[in-house]
């Protein structure tokens, strides 16, 4: 068991791809180190500010009117250096200078892998949470920006569908997720898409010409192709030339792209942001480190971190087999 410990200092930070809840995050974090007398330091820019001991006193007047604003104010950066030995390095000596006892990382698995490192070699407490539109982290039901990220994609397929039933035209909508399907899973179902195209399952090329063919000679005026950025098939232009290729039907590719990580995050994402938030908080003056915070079921859970970044979160099996009954 943890025993209650005196953290007195904690600091902050958001790195990675940012996250739409990344605020609402922060200003828990502000506002129940406040309350429990910690003092809370923000690190600009992620990793690559913390090695360049780029901080910010942060008070509960500091978070105010936040909560709905997209994107992170401490600002995020990809940091090559944080992979290496020097760099974490810098960044304990760092985090010693500014006499910081606790530190917590907002991202996703490259934020829990620096993160790891930074544990292995210090005696900072640290905990993690997850925060991706991807979805891709062991150990949480949700990341924040993931319910903002499908909803955003899911307003902008319900107006191509529009113009997709008027011209009967296919369309290859191009949604985020460079390794996994959960954004492409969610938003397909939700969008009610004839397929869905994710790194999970293997994309095969005529079954999805027959599946098309034949729902245009049962009536259908549309059809709706969800891809994950990064399925196997090469990418969503190269699948539909391949279609046209065998079809030849006249087709567009719309790629989502950025506007998905952008926008004020939806209320679960702040709801979720705010109690990750205030537990991570919690979780280091209890002494422990080493964690992800997460939810899984409506219960906040720790995850080791090593296991967060080990282990394969496990897309929902149901929703692909509803998918295929759905989508005839
Ligand atoms: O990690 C989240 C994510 O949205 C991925 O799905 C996407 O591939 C990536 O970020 C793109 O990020 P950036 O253009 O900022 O490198």
Known sequence: MAKKNSIKRIAVLTSGGDAPGMNACIRAIVRRGAACKCGIVGVRRGYAGLLERDTVILDPRTVANIIQRGGTFLETARCEEMKTAEGIKKAIWNLHQENIEGLITIGGDGTFRGAMALVDASDIQLIGIPGTIDNDIYGTDYAIGFDTAINTALNA?????????????????????????????????????????????????????????????????????????????????????????????????????????????????????????AAAVDALIEGKSGYMIGELNGEIALTPLKETCERKKELDNNLLQLMAVLAT
């Not at 792209?257 to 209320?267: K, L, Y």
């Open 157 to 277: 397929i319900d107006k191509i569908r529009d113009t997709a039933g008027s011209l009967q035209r296919p369309f290859f909508i191009e949604v985020m997720g460079k390794d996994r399907g959960f954004i492409a899973l969610d938003v397909g179902i939700a969008g009610g898409a004839d397929s869905i195209l994710i790194p999970e399952t293997k994309t095969k090329i005529e079954e999805l010409c027959s599946n098309m063919e034949r729902n245009f000679r049962k009536g259908k005026r549309s059809c709706i192709v969800v891809v994950a950025e990064g399925d196997e098939a090469g990418g969503v232009f190269a699948i539909a030339q391949q279609v046209w290729e065998r079809l030849k039907r006249d087709y567009r590719v719309c790629v989502l792209g950025h506007i998905q990580r952008g926008g004020s995050p939806t209320a679960r994402d702040r709801i979720l942001a705010s109690k990750l938030g």
